[in-house]
Every structure is written in structure tokens, then in C-alpha cells.
């Protein structure tokens, strides 16, 4: 796009939407109280970003402390508006158990998290004006009842806490942490309990204070290294928050009942009971490795007593950001392993994995390691669980960070590591696997997450519409660009008996779209293909699935509250006629006897009593279309936005394709090319940074397969 192009693009309203007539730049004083996470990471809690160091030996400290400055330098960030103030109290649980006096040498360094890449960390959170006073390292295992309760006196930690002024072994009650038993701690300062009451083995937990504290954040940081669990990542490390002996998730049932009857009351009582019925399901239903015989944590039993209490313990932990310490990675089982002389190995691996979710976080690690997820039970069950959504790596977007941005990758781009674990070793039935190995067999993670879209014919009026998934595009005004449909649609509401103005899509529900003249938009969605919603004593608005659903099949709670037919909207006769067939994309009208819930499935349900049979039927015409082919869309504006400095552009690619994005100043000047190359489809972030060019307002120009957005941005100095 020339000058000229750009210009006429102005002239002729393509910009218009983005101009605002009372706008009128003022500066603003960028005086920073808080601080957060890069807004990208903020805004993808479902992505998982690898940054890479270069780190040429594992013995040189200020490499290893420059690369924690470095990542810190690049994922947090100060800001004006709310986030965590500088003062916020922060937990930082490192990996650190296990050295046995050894880890501040070199054969114990790959077993606990590097502290020169924590201290270098912390230093830049202090060099940010985060309060040295208000960080805490903290380690349930060095308690005075803990496992490893004396390995503070070798530990390097000691002397990363002394050079930052943060707390590691004190607490504000004066006490050290060795000196600290259960029952002595004193709770809110030394210890917080935390219910848990959908624990399938707590009912309560306590945590080493300032772990799960109200108004703390917690940053997770693990190491990259194997463990009798496969690779103890971030969801493994985060065990250590635990005070014992609660932090003792590898027991058996054996020895949690053998607990005094004071913590043993912290336990669901029939907490045997539901773990050997979920063992026996999941073993059943072919969980990897499930059937290894035995009941300790070396066995597909005590694997899944492990996989339920890590679990709950994460349901309770509200973590702000989990980190894997990849500079180097470890195989084996603390200091034994497959090298020489059964010796654990280390590998300069150079990697820093981290995210908002723990679980996606370790899916990756796990996945870069050598291993083949889905073989792994925990990640089943927190699936199971909805503490993740997905247990396939290649459904988790991944985002190489580099020059201070994500830039998406594949799998396949990924350098993977031989890192061999102990993990429930398959020597039983004639099975002779090596005691350390990959866990990398083929499997089956089913059909991938799709992108379907439907274009729906709209007429000139009014016409009801519905959105049968999830909406990957919500907001109406970018549905309607274009076309001349009002930005906005009307959604009936049962309880004030009067229609609503509304800007954006939502499963389920029905709305009232205005055409000026005969025309088509396009929805693309997540497929849904059930639906429990809440109907209204009268009339209401009810959506669809991406399945017809026969009225037939409808089910209400209490039963009985429906009759078997709605009613659609007769674009061609304007009138309303019964439908009993439930088509994509179509809107509906339906009664209710008296409050209810409605539940709509793809197939219907035998639990449930059917709707009220009536026998008059008249067939609507549908106003869809629907197609397969998913389009691609920008979304989002530039952020922040006005800025100072540098602000990001962030656009979704439904399919691959090659993109362009310019940048243009007020005149129409092309003054700068952020992108012009072939992309893969994803969720894309590119920065801009302004140099010293001056304040106003520029442009970016974003060009996609025919499609084309352009937004303003204001520079402000």
C-alpha cells in the first residue's frame, strides 16, 4: 500500500472506526507503581514460551546469574496502571531438596534450581523497585521435622539470600526456619492452611508461610531434570510448598493412616477408598503404565494416590508465573543415573521454559526431555481434573522469545533431550525396559482442536442469530466490518421482559442482528456440542450447538418445563413459525413453564425427562450456510496504546499464510516494515519500537490473504 492507496483508505472511511473525534493527546506522567508479567503472557495463559540462554559451562556463575537478569529483564515489566504493587510480597519456591549437602558442587548442582539464575532474577526485580524485604525462598523440606532438614548449611542459597537482603531461612516471628515443627508453627506468619474441599486426599493442607498467603505471588521456578515421577518440573516442585508432614505426596495409604489423629483428620476420611476407585477406572480405561503391579510411588497405584494429591494441592495455588531452569538439565534419579558408573548426567540444555500454567508448562518440558506426554498419568488427571485442558503438546501454542517478543513455533522446531527417568519401569510380564529410559512410546491423542466457521445469510431486517461454539471472534462491530449490519445486536431479557443492547457473541444464546440490505457474515468457533443454560419462567432466547439437535431431545431440570418445538424467525415471511429441529447458527425462541435449566445435547440423554408433546409442526426456513473453511482475522488493537517507546501488535492466523504489517505516519509515509514473509497459523506478537520519532499518531497497515485492518496508535513522548 502506497502512499496514495493509504490515503484513499482514509478518505473513504477504512480508518474512520478508529478515530475518535474528541481525542486529544495529553501526556501522561509514567510514574510506574506496579508491576506485572508482558502483557502477551498476561493475555495467553494457554501458551508456553521458551527462551534461550548461552551458557557455555554450568560452573560459571556470572553467565547463569546474567541469563536470570536477562529473563527477567525481558517477561516482567513496570507499569502505571494497577497490576502488583512494588511492595507485593512474592514466594519463590526453587527446587531444593535432594543434594545432600552437594549442591553448591558440581556432581549435586543439576539436582536443585541454579541459584546465580534466581539470584539474577531477584536482582532485577529489586533493580525494577520491588521491596528486597517482601522476597521470600522458601522450602518445606528444610523445616526442622523436614526431610533435608540440615542442607541449608551447604547450600548456595544461604549466600543469594545474604546478597539481596531477601529472606530464605527467617521468618517475622524471629525464628529460623530448622528451628520450625507442626506443632509449633505459628499460623498466618509460619504456616497457612488452605481447605481443600474438593480434595480427593486432602481436606485441608498447610503450607509453608508466605506460600499460598492471600495478597502473595508465587513464582514457581523447578529444574529441568528427571525423577521417579518422569521429569520433576513445575507442578512437582510446587509439592515443597507443604509443611510435613503433608509434603509427603510419594507415601502410600499405609503410611498416611499411621498419622496422628490430628493430622490424619486433615484427610478425607474415605480418601482409600476414592483413590483405589479411580485407580481401578483409570486402569481400565488403559491409562499408560497403569498396570505396573505394586503400592508404592514405583507403581501405576501409588502413581495415581501421587497424581491426586499433587493435584489437589495445585487446586488450592494460585501460582503468577512457573518457570523450568533449563541452563542445564539432569537425567537419572538425583545423583544416579545411566553415565558411568550409574552417575546422573547433566547436559548444557540452554533453555528456559516457562508460563501461567504449570501443567502446559511441564506437557512441554516433558515433551523437550525426550518423553511423549499423553504416556504420563499425571497430566490425565489433571485433565480430568480441569486443571488443564489438554494433555497433546501439539494443542499448546509455543512461542520462542527472543529480542523481547514471542515469535510462534511448532513442535518440530523444538531441540528435544535424551533425559532418561526411572518413571514406572516396565519390567513385569516378560518386559525387560533399562531401570532409566525415555518414556516415548506412540500415543493416541485423538482428533486435534479445529477451527470451524459457518456464513450465515442475513436479509434485509431483522434476523435471529446464534453462534453454535465457542466464538473465536466475540466482538459484533469486527463480525459486522464492512457490511451494512448495525455493530451491536439485541438480546431478549426474561427478567426485565425488554431487549438488551449487545457488542459481542456468546455460546448459547440468541440474538437479534439488523441488516440494511441482503448480506452474509461469517462466524468462526470453537464446536460445542453440549449446552446447559438457565431458562426463565415465559419466554426466552435460546442458541444452538454445531450439531442439528432435535427438539425432541431437549431435557429441563425439573422436568417437564418445555414443550417439544421452538420457534424461529421466517426471514422470508417475517413471521414466526415452530421449528423442531435445532440448526447451527440459527436463533430461537422458547417457553418455560416455571425456572428451570435447560440441557441440550448432540444426542439425547435417557436421565433426564423430555419436553411436553405437541402435535402441530410447520418447517422454518434456515437463513444458513454453512462451509468448513476457516478464514483468517486480525484481532486486537496495538498495546498499550497510547505508549512510549514501543507497543505490540497481536493478530491470530487462522490457516498458514503470508502476511504483511507496515507502519505509516499521519501524512501516509510508509516509515517502517514490521513484517513480509510467510507465517504459520497461530497466534502472532510483534513489537514496534518508535525510536525518537516524534508524538502523534501513526498507523499500522495489516494485510492477510485479502483481508486488510488498519489501526491508529499515539505516540506519546
Known sequence: MDRRQFLKAIATGTVAAFFDPTTTIVKRALSASYFGLHPFIEAHPEAVFIMKTNVTSKMDSDAKKQAGIDFAFGILTLRDTPGFPLNQQIAIKPNLVGASG????????????????IEGIIERMINFGLSADAIYMREGNWLGDGWCNTEYLTSPYVGVAERTSTHLLDFPTGRNIYDLFLNTMQEGSEIIWKDCPDGVVFRRIGYVAPFNQQDTWLLDIAKFKCHTMGMTSSVKNLQGMCVNPYIHFCEGVDGVKNHPGNVLNDFQPDFDVHTEELYAQHFAGGMPRWDKPGSDVNSGYGMELWA??????????????????????????FFEGPGPGNTAQDFMTNVIIFGKNPFYIDIIGHWMGGHEPGNFGLFHIAKERNLSETINPATIPVYIWEDGAPHLTSLDKLERFDLKTLYLQRNYGGQDEPLYHLVNEPFDYGSPIVIKSIAINLFCGWNMVSCPGDPVISDIATITAGKKVFPFAYIFNPVTDKFDRVYALEFGKSYWFAAGEDTNITLEYYPRYSLSYPLKKGWNMLGSLSCDVPTSSLMTTPPGQIFSFVYCWDTVNKTFSQSYNIKPGDGYYITANSDCTLMMNGSSS???SPAIPVESYHKPKSNTLRTEKPNIKLIGQNFPNPFNGSTNIEYTLLNDGYVTLDIYDSRGTRIDVLVNSWQMKGTHLVSWDAGQRASGIYFYAFRTDGFEKIGKMVLIR
Do not use: K
Open 606 to 608: 435417557s436421565l433426564l
Open 102 to 117: 552437594r549442591s553448591n558442587e558440581e556432581d549435586g548442582m543439576g539436582i536443585v534450581t541454579d541459584p546465580y539464575f
Open 308 to 333: 491426586q494429591r499433587m493435584c489437589d494441592s495445585i487446586s488450592v495455588t494460585n501460582v503468577g508465573l512457573s518457570i523450568i531452569e533449563g541452563i542445564y538439565g539432569r537425567n537419572g534419579h
